[in-house]
Nanobody
Framework: QGQLVQSGGGFVQAGGSLRLSCTAS????????MRWYRQAPGMQREWVGD???????NYADAVKGRFTISRDNAKNSMYLQMNSLKPEDTAVYYC??????????????WGQGTQVTVFS
């Protein structure tokens, strides 16, 4: 069984930057779109952005212009560079992807979650 392993995160003052990483291991087949989500205390999990295998990115309006998603297919890894962080970015961040076989998703993976805390 494969997994997504996250790293990065932590505490940062408002206006600062953090970088999250997400690496897939033990996944036999190709990965499709890779996504970042976040969940603040008492709130529903929300989509942050995603990136295709070809590097095309999409972002939620709340993070557009501040966050950048990148991907290294050779390393089965995805990154989230977060700049100009705000207290409202405080949340647990999760990566997510589908394992694809013959063009169809066969399994959906979630990372373990990484806490990001932004203080003013």
């Amino acid at each position: 069984q494969g997994q997504l392993v996250q790293s990065g995160g932590g505490f940062v003052q408002a206006g600062g930057s953090l970088r999250l990483s997400c690496t897939a291991s033990g996944i036999m087949f190709s990965l499709d779109v890779m996504r970042w989500y976040r969940q603040a205390p008492g709130m529903q999990r929300e989509w942050v952005g995603d990136i295709t295998k070809d590097g095309i990115t999409n972002y939620a309006d709340a993070v557009k212009g501040r966050f950048t998603i990148s991907r290294d297919n050779a390393k089965n890894s995805m990154y989230l560079q977060m700049n100009s962080l705000k207290p409202e970015d405080t949340a647990v961040y999760y990566c997510n992807t589908d394992e694809m076989q013959w063009g169809a998703p066969v399994y959906n993976y979630w990372g373990q979650g990484t806490q990001v805390t932004v203080f003013s």
